[in-house]
């Protein structure tokens, strides 16, 4: 069945090995999976052989008649566009199923305007010319036969040749019965054609919308995928940016903790240094007691020096012991900041 029959049955069969050709090479050229090569190489070796056996110009042993030969190009068009999603080789092998895909929709389009009625065309009696009869032999008017009688028998031998020449209804008849059946048997094969052909339109447009739908699904899942990439870079990103973190942390945990600990030491250093102080303090108010005059002075200027050391050492070790603190506080601060950041990244 044809929508348009502007395609002669010569170019078709061209179109035919041409394509058988294609579907045989391209895919041993492309080098892609044994399905998907086995797909085109297949379906072109059952286009060579099938367009070998039709009748038509270029077929090599026409026992297939061309009607036949239709329903054969719809089915190759179906089978190598949903080939590739029945197969599940579209993602694995795009380039073959780009070129099923387009050499099917051709075959389908190449059959949609194939004139696929022919053949010899039978004789019509009546186009035939009549054959030329001889002159009538005069003889006397032969009467009229009357209403109703049987039909006149083909005169024997030695009968008026113009009698002779008239055709026989009885072959008339039976030329008539086979026409007709002629006629309906290629009513039934049109009918079965364009049910065929529908068919495999239908099987086209769902194979296109099953195909579209999977591809739909497929952008989705790789956009979902993105978004997942995305997050887990941004997740690594936040993570190493939290272990920097911590590790700050925890380096100035331990120069705090130091710097108490200098404190500390400093601390109990001045406190020392003001206790010495405080004892010379002593002794040298003492000996002021005990010596001469001029003993006594200078006794009393070391003792008054020794009271301002003590004082100077007593103030270093408070200041000291306020650093102590501070450096303390901080060290637990970023103890706790370093254990949450630890926390966080594990």
Excluded: C
Aim: net charge negative.
């Amino acid at each position: 069945m044809s929508l348009i029959r502007r395609l002669p049955a010569g170019l078709h069969a061209v179109a035919d090995y041409t394509v058988a050709a294609l579907l045989i090479l391209v895919p041993l050229v492309m080098k892609g999976s044994t399905t998907a090569v086995a797909v085109g190489v297949v379906i072109g070796a059952v286009v060579a052989v099938l367009s070998a056996l039709t009748r038509y110009p270029l077929g090599l042993i026409k026992v297939v008649p061309f009607t036949v030969h239709s329903a054969g190009d719809y089915l190759v068009a179906v089978l190598l566009v949903t080939s590739p999603f029945s197969l599940r080789f579209q993602h694995t092998e795009p380039h073959l199923t780009v070129f099923y895909l387009a050499v099917g929709l051709v075959v389908l389009a190449v059959s949609l305007i194939t004139d696929y009625q022919y053949g010899p065309q039978p004789v019509d009696p009546a186009a035939q010319p009549a054959p030329a009869r001889p002159a009538p032999v005069e003889s006397a008017p032969a009467e009229p036969a009357p209403v109703g009688s049987a039909p006149v028998e083909p005169a024997p031998a030695g009968q008026d040749p113009a009698v002779a020449g008239r055709p026989n209804p009885v072959s008339q008849g039976s030329l008539a019965r086979e026409l007709a059946t002629a006629y309906e048997a290629a009513t039934q094969q049109a009918v079965a054609q364009q049910a065929a052909a529908q068919q495999a339109a239908a099987n086209l447009v769902a194979a296109q919308k099953g195909a579209a739908e999977q591809m739909a699904a497929q952008q989705a899942a790789a956009k979902q995928v993105a978004k997942y990439q995305a997050a887990a870079e941004r997740a690594a990103a936040d993570q190493t940016a939290a272990e920097q973190a911590a590790q700050v942390a925890a380096e100035r945990a331990a120069a705090y903790q130091a710097a108490a600990r200098y404190a500390a030491e400093q601390h109990a250093a001045h406190q020392t240094a003001a206790q010495e102080a405080a004892a010379d303090h002593a002794a040298h108010l003492a000996a002021a007691l005990q010596g001469t005059s001029d003993e006594a002075a200078a006794h009393r200027a070391a003792a008054e020096l020794a009271a301002a050391q003590q004082a100077e050492h007593q103030a270093a070790a408070e200041q000291a012991w306020a650093a102590h603190i501070a450096a303390e506080q901080a060290w637990a601060e970023q103890a706790a900041v370093a254990a949450a950041q630890a926390t966080a990244t594990s």
